[in-house]
């Protein structure tokens, strides 16, 4: 089992940035993939940005320029920073890890409102 902790979000005006955290742990040894999904209501689910264990990153096109999406092995936890947040990005952001044998883990979700 693979436990996500997140922290991190919370209200930013337009323009600014907020930033996420997952923390991973558990059997974290076939893990090949970690990022973040968001949902508004109504909507479904979409990939906002994700990293593999060997450091390629994939970012939603609404994000590129914007986002980044960084990890720390010693940590074993993802960043995600967002700049030049817009009202659209609203959203809860989830922080996923994906593991050989198609396993998946989710965190609890994090608020990330842009509102002025």
């Known amino acids: 089992q693979v436990q996500l902790a997140e922290s991190g979000g919370g209200l930013v005006q337009p323009g600014g940035s907020l930033g996420l955290s997952c923390a991973a742990s558990g059997r974290l040894f076939d893990i090949y993939v970690m990022g973040w999904h968001r949902q508004t209501p109504g909507k479904e689910r979409e990939l906002v940005a994700q990293i593999t264990n060997g450091d390629m990153t994939t970012y939603a096109d609404s994000v590129k320029g914007r986002f980044t999406i960084s990890g720390d092995s010693a940590k074993r936890t993802v960043y995600l920073q967002m700049n030049s947040l817009k009202p659209e990005d609203t959203a809860v952001y989830y922080c996923?890890?994906?593991?050989?044998?198609?396993?998946?883990?989710w965190g609890q979700g994090s608020q990330v409102i842009v509102s002025s």
């Open positions: 996923y890890a994906f593991a050989y044998g198609s396993r998946e883990y």
